[in-house]
């Protein structure tokens, strides 16, 4: 006798279970960033903020490149192939960015070379390092659960323009900001189409999940770190 299957019963994506997991977790991330847009000294934290942000981001690309080489030493595994084709794709995508924010904390009084002499906190070598981990000692598909936090939950323009109004800056200081609210709703959209697509074994499910969770714990304490200082 064959089993009787509910078809009212809704198919949970891969995409969707990710989410699910990412969205029990991001309260955390929530109330800090809450905290940091609402803070009576929000002038002088945001090009805190950014350089932080930066911090992060100046690893994009060399961790995509990392993944990459990973992937292809895979030739055999049809999840690895496919990752391939992904990082390959969206590297470009990512190329630069770096260099917008600096732009940016230029014109908010913070040089390029203090910027880029700034080392960044061990919260932050931990959140990126982690990664490098998982993607070189276990499967680089690990690297999309990190990628899911990051390009999953843009900021909108509004609330981009209310950042905005809030500090008194100029446009010029939240440019990095307002073109990530405009790209990452694409590349949300192909990171969705991407994990949907992937053949993932129980190993890598939870890796991919364990790495956009770990994600959010460590990207809130960088965040709670720099409202200490304030």
Not at 73 to 79: G, K, M, N, R, S
Not at 87 to 103: G, K, S, V
């Amino acid at each position: 006798m064959q089993p009787i299957t509910d078809a009212r019963r809704p198919v949970i994506t891969e995409s969707r279970r990710l989410r699910d997991k990412l969205e029990f977790v991001l309260p955390l991330l929530g109330d800090t960033s809450r905290r940091l847009v609402s803070h009576p000294r929000l002038r002088e934290i945001y090009p805190e903020w950014l350089v932080l942000w930066h911090g992060m981001i100046r690893a994009s690309v060399p961790l995509l490149e990392t993944a990459l080489v990973t992937a292809r030493e895979l030739p055999d595994d049809p999840v690895a192939v496919r990752l391939a084709g992904y990082f390959t794709h969206h590297m470009p995508e990512e190329r630069d960015h770096d260099e917008w924010l600096l732009a940016d904390l230029e014109v908010l009084g913070v040089p390029r070379d203090e910027a880029l002499g700034r080392v960044p906190s061990p919260t932050i070598a931990a959140l990126v390092g982690s990664q490098y981990y998982w993607v070189q000692h276990v499967h680089p598909v690990g690297l999309i659960g990190y990628i899911a936090l990051l390009e999953g939950y843009p900021s909108t323009r509004q609330a981009v323009n209310q950042l905005q109004s809030a500090t008194g800056f100029g446009p010029e200081a939240f440019r990095t900001l307002l073109l990530h609210a405009d790209l990452d709703l694409h590349h949300a959209e192909e990171l969705d189409d991407l994990v949907d697509s992937l053949p993932l074994s129980d190993q890598q499910r939870t890796l991919v999940g364990l790495s956009a969770m770990a994600s959010v714990q460590l990207l809130a304490r960088t965040q709670q770190e720099l409202l200490e200082r304030y």
